[in-house]
T-cell receptor, first 112, second 115 residues
Framework: GENVEQHPSTLSVQEGDSAVIKCTYS??????FPWYKQELGKRPQLIID?????GEKKDQRIAVTLNKTAKHFSLHITETQPEDSAVYFC???????????FGTGTRLKVLA | GAVVSQHPSWVICKSGTSVKIECRSL??????MFWYRQFPKQSLMLMAT?????????EQGVEKDKFLINHASLTLSTLTVTSAHPEDSSFYIC???????????FGDGTRLSIL
């Protein structure tokens, strides 16, 4: 079955710097890759997503890149702010399925 | 848009009690709803997938008689933790999707504490 690996597990950056989180998936049929941000005790919130027919997508300070050949995708946050501090989860959705396979999460700390 | 409401947000009850958690999609019809369990500092673990009007599909290791799921309409799914015990204490989160390949939108979660 599908397996999603996420790195790093924790990441500390200075305010204003960039943060990059990487995920690798195993199922080449996976075709949808969302990223969620979860603050402590709250719901995961969809922040950006990408489908397999696109290589890159950007929304203001957040971007996601997808390399289908290597089966990995990355979240890029530029000009980080303290409010970006949270746990970020990547996920992969296999073709013909409803189920997400989540990564293990990255705890991002933005230091003021 | 795509708002999912989950209630209650916090439950504290005695061992042996059954607890029902509701998940509603407020502004869209959810073909499929999902129930997750999340332990502190861990990822979301899928418990079951439910489609409106049919039986839920449970993940391996999840007891279907312990965690009863009902998806009676396109906007409502319920999870009942039957005869809850302290080891059932966790953060339970539902999500809803409009269809295959569509994003999942999450509820606020329910923190369940069994004494």
């Amino acid at each position: 079955g599908e397996n999603v690996e996420q790195h790093p597990s924790t990441l500390s950056v200075q305010e204003g710097d960039s943060a990059v989180i990487k995920c690798t998936y195993s199922d080449s049929a996976s075709n949808y890759f969302p990223w969620y941000k979860q603050e402590l005790g709250k719901r995961p919130q969809l922040i950006i997503d990408i489908r397999s027919n696109v290589g890159e997508k950007k929304d203001q300070r957040i971007a996601v890149t997808l390399n289908k050949t290597a089966k990995h995708f990355s979240l890029h946050i530029t000009e980080t702010q303290p409010e970006d501090s949270a746990v970020y989860f990547c996920a992969a959705l296999g073709g013909g399925t409803y189920k997400y396979i989540f990564g293990t999460g990255t705890r991002l700390k933005v230091l003021a | 848009g795509a708002v999912v409401s989950q209630h209650p947000s916090w439950v504290i009850c005695k061992s042996g009690t059954s607890v029902k958690i509701e998940c509603r999609s407020l502004d869209f019809q959810a073909t499929t709803m999902f129930w997750y369990r999340q332990f502190p500092k861990q990822s979301l673990m899928l418990m079951a997938t439910s489609n409106e009007g049919s039986k839920a599909t449970y993940e391996q290791g999840v007891e279907k008689d312990k965690f009863l799921i009902n998806h009676a309409s396109l906007t409502l799914s319920t999870l009942t933790v039957t005869s809850a015990h302290p080891e059932d204490s966790s953060f339970y989160i539902c999500s809803a999707s409009q269809g295959m390949g569509q994003p999942q939108h999450f509820g606020d979660g329910t923190r369940l504490s069994i004494l």
